[in-house]
């Protein structure tokens, strides 16, 4: 019997399908335009193509995972639910409030973020909890109850209750939730207590309020995909990816879709974890440019950075993430003319539909495809293996229209300063990721992926002094990839706010059984029998008086007299790296303890990618006329990936083509058909220019 396993990550632009039969170790891809209006149908549909295309059966099904960024992209566009909040008297604006931070100093007319909750939908109750836990006030529930009648008259979704100190206490919110429950049994409800169990208010409510404007519209797409993935006759329970980087049922994922923040994404990154430690890179820079945006990530020793903090739209929203850092550079990224004159490409995206000009669908802005194909570093005939007619002419008239006049220059011009533009955008969230954080990525190696990934890749790593690029076998679906590779991941963290004493132990060991017992409750839901199960403890830490915490992990989830002298230590020493400082006679205290629970998952088998046997003068496919900055237009011999014979050498300038994506290899870097199918371009860095 087959034993086949499905990865789908859905974006913006594309939906992209990898099928893996672990029997035979065959992959099969799949790449199809996303359905903006309705998501679940790109899914469901390339579902049934790509295993019409591998020919096997739904019965063959052993594990099929989403990645999606449906919640990423519901919150920044505002078409989140209608959502109220049940409070504490006098907190109902803690996240208006905010932490009175300033954005941008010298801008007096920063919009303030849209909330999930309007004001108006923030209701207040008697209750109040004490930070030691202590009732001081009882709940009074003829308050919930008119706070329930309040929410009915707004027509709210769902609705988030959110109660001072619930982190040390959550008797208050269980109540109210219950009785919410009662009066109102279809609304959506969450409390910060189940979401986000830590001290700090403002990022508790405003991270919980997030959560509860979610869970109808993620739930409804759940439901769809879901149920259609039962009708196609898929008999195993689909996973959906989150950003930790685990994967885990849609039960899971409907309570606390916070966590989906990233999803696709993660997926990428986890997949070139898995190559690096196929190909023994330990130090890696993701670089994934999909048709909206670009995300990239640093692996340090097959790590991904992680983080507990973002921004969304504007609003903090703290749950365990791989840290990867967005930008709105894509493909489909519009080129315009500011008031000032000035070129500028996105965040806009033309998205699938209508898309680029060059695709034809209505297009009528002009984007960094269409940049690309007038330059002649994309195909002017044809994409997706001659599946998608490109529409050079439309490209260039665009381009024409728009830019030409507002800039007073010719239209090769224009286009190359789009290219120029949106590579500088990459090449800062690149530094962002490394420079800002005190890594030189110049040791590192670049792994490009992602449709538009490979065409920019070599540009931003010249200008930024990395010397090595990577490109996978299949770049285009590198996600989608790595969704096959995740393990099922938990994350759960609780406030235990003391200095480290003896006197304390009896405190944060309780705190560590509680997370016990939400850990083992959880894998209830999510493991097998007889799974191989890991758990990691952590603490975050910090010297009495400060505000911000660093994390230092723990064999188990228990503390003695004996362990603290130890750990403190390893908190000093930790502190002088990060900070270049300690301070050996200052009081240490616990803020957070953590839990990651994860199930381990064999790995896929690495794909049997058959080399070509010809020459390299055999891989040509044609030569084009290509723009690069050295040069203006050359004739530049253009390569069929699938044709490159093993361990050949190609000087640039050069482009390598192939079903999901295009590679640009630029004069002045060479590039190598490598084991496994992995391209790697030796770049040569710009002159007198570093990282800074």
């Known amino acids: 019997m087959k034993n086949i396993w499905i990865g789908i990550d859905t974006g913006g632009t594309f939906t992209d399908v990898v099928l893996c039969d672990l029997s035979t170790g065959l992959y099969t891809y799949h790449k199809l335009p996303t359905a903006t209006g309705e998501p679940a149908k790109a899914v469901l549909d390339g579902i049934t193509e790509i295993l019409e295309l591998a020919t096997v059966s739904t ?117 109210a939730r219950n009785l919410v429950k009662k009066l109102w049994p279809e609304v959506y409800l969450c409390t910060s ?35 259609g993935v039962a009708d196609l006759g898929v008999k195993v329970m689909p996973r959906v990816m989150q950003s930790n980087g685990g994967a885990v049922t849609p039960g899971a994922v409907r309570r606390i879709p916070v966590n989906t923040f990233f999803s696709g994404p993660a997926g990428g990154v986890v997949g070139c974890v898995g190559l690096g430690a196929e190909l023994g890179l330990k130090d890696l820079i993701t670089f994934d440019m999909g048709g909206t945006s670009t995300d990239v990530c640093l692996v340090q020793d097959y790590e991904a950075a992680r983080k507990d903090l973002r921004e969304m739209a504007g609003i903090p929203v703290r749950t365990r993430t791989i840290d990867i850092h967005t930008i709105g550079a894509g493909g489909g990224s519009i080129a315009w003319v500011d008031a000032g004159g000035l070129l500028k490409v996105g965040p806009q995206s033309a998205g699938a539909h209508p898309g680029p000009a060059a695709y034809g669908r209505g297009g009528t802005k002009p984007t960094v495809t269409d940049a690309n194909v007038l330059l002649g570093r994309l195909n002017p005939k044809s994409l997706l293996g001659g599946r998608m007619a490109i529409l050079a002419d439309r490209a260039s008239q665009v381009i024409k229209q728009d830019l030409v006049p507002k800039l007073n220059i010719d239209v090769v011009r224009a286009a190359a300063g789009i290219i120029e533009i949106i590579n500088v955008n990459m090449m800062g969230a690149v530094r962002v990721i490394s420079v800002e954080r005190g890594t030189d990525p110049r040791d590192f190696t670049l792994v490009a992926f992602g449709g538009a990934g490979p065409l920019h890749a070599a540009d931003v790593a010249r200008a930024m002094g990395i010397r090595k690029v990577l490109v996978p076998p299949r770049p285009g679906l590198l996600s989608a990839l790595g969704l096959l590779h995740a393990d099922v991941r938990g994350d759960f963290s609780i406030t235990r706010l003391v200095t480290f004493s003896p006197k304390t132990l009896k405190w944060i060991n309780s705190g560590f059984d509680e997370l016990r017992r939400r850990g083992d409750d959880w894998l209830k839901g999510e493991a097998k ?17 400060q505000s911000y915490e660093l994390t230092l992990e723990i064999k188990n989830g228990r503390l003695d007299q004996k362990s603290l002298p130890a750990l403190v230590s390893r908190y000093h020493k930790r502190h002088l790296d990060f900070y270049g400082y300690d301070m050996p006679d200052q ?3 616990v803020v957070n303890l953590r839990l990651a629970v994860t199930i381990r998952r064999d790995a896929p088998p690495p794909e049997k990618r058959k080399v070509a046997g010809g020459t390299t003068r055999e891989a040509v496919t044609e030569r084009r006329k290509v723009w690069f900055p050295e040069t203006g237009f050359v004739t530049t011999p253009v390569y069929d990936r699938d044709r490159l014979p093993a361990n050949c050498r190609i000087v640039g300038p050069a482009i390598i083509e192939q079903m999901d994506t295009t590679t640009v290899v630029p004069p002045r870097a060479t590039l190598s058909n490598m084991k496994f199918g992995y391209l790697h371009i030796e770049v040569e860095p710009l002159p007198a220019k570093g990282i800074a």
Request: hydrophobic share 40%.
């Open 587 to 589: 009081l240490v205290e």
């Open 59 to 175: 019965d063959d099904v052993r594990f099929l995972v989403l990645g999606t960024t449906l919640a990423t992209n519901a919150v920044l566009e505002g078409k989140t639910a209608r959502t109220g909040m049940i409070t504490t008297a006098g907190f109902r604006d803690v996240i208006e409030l905010a932490r009175q931070r300033r954005p941008h100093y010298f801008n007096l007319d920063v919009a303030k973020p849209r909330l999930p909750a309007s004001r108006d939908c923030r209701i207040e109750v008697v209750e109040r909890i004490a930070a030691d836990g202590l009732e001081v006030d009882p709940i009074v529930d003829q308050e919930v109850e008119n706070a329930v009648r309040v929410l009915k008259g707004k027509s709210v979704q769902a609705i988030a209750i959110c109660m001072l100190h619930s982190y040390v206490n959550p008797v208050h919110e269980q109540h």
């Open 193 to 227: 207590s189940e979401v986000l169990p830590e001290f700090r208010e403002y990022e508790r409510f405003a991270t919980t309020t997030v959560n509860a404007s979610l869970m109808p519209i993620v739930d409804k797409f759940l439901e769809r995909f879901e149920y």
């Open 529 to 545: 029998r007889n799974a191989r199960t890991q758990r990691s403890w952590m603490l975050d830490m910090r010297y009495l008086g």
